[in-house]
């Protein structure tokens, strides 16, 4: 599954950011290293949470027995996203 995938390279980057952060001693750079090793954990954690909660809404919706339409995938996903994201997305 992906969610066990995502774990890997999750993994992985953080083995290489490690790598990284030892390896070059420039202050300039440890910063910028750390900055984007923030924002990924950010945006990995509030994506994969999204895609779980939308996961869930498409088979909770099959359960329901209520039919699946573009248009309502569409406006459940776009609502996530502002849940998530902020009002700007």
């Known amino acids: 599954p992906i969610f066990v995938?995502?774990?890997a390279s999750t993994?992985?980057?953080?083995?290489?950011?490690h790598y990284l952060l030892q390896k070059d001693?420039?202050?300039e750079t440890q910063l910028m290293l750390l900055h984007e090793r923030?924002?990924?954990?950010?945006?990995t954690l509030f994506r994969q949470t999204?895609?779980?909660?939308?996961?869930?809404f498409i088979h909770h919706?099959?359960?329901q027995?209520?039919?699946l339409t573009a248009s309502m995938i569409n406006?459940?996903?776009f609502q996530l996203n502002r849940d998530y994201y902020g009002p700007h997305m």
Not at 11 to 17: A, D, H, T
Not at 50 to 56: G, Q, V
């Open 11 to 17: 993994f992985n980057e953080s083995l290489l950011m």
């Open 25 to 27: 001693s420039s202050e």
């Open 50 to 56: 999204m895609f779980a909660e939308f996961e869930w």
């Open 38 to 43: 923030i924002e990924v954990l950010r945006g």
């Open 65 to 67: 027995d209520k039919p």
């Open 5 to 7: 995938a995502e774990v």
């Open 75 to 77: 406006e459940y996903y």
């Open 61 to 63: 919706s099959l359960e």
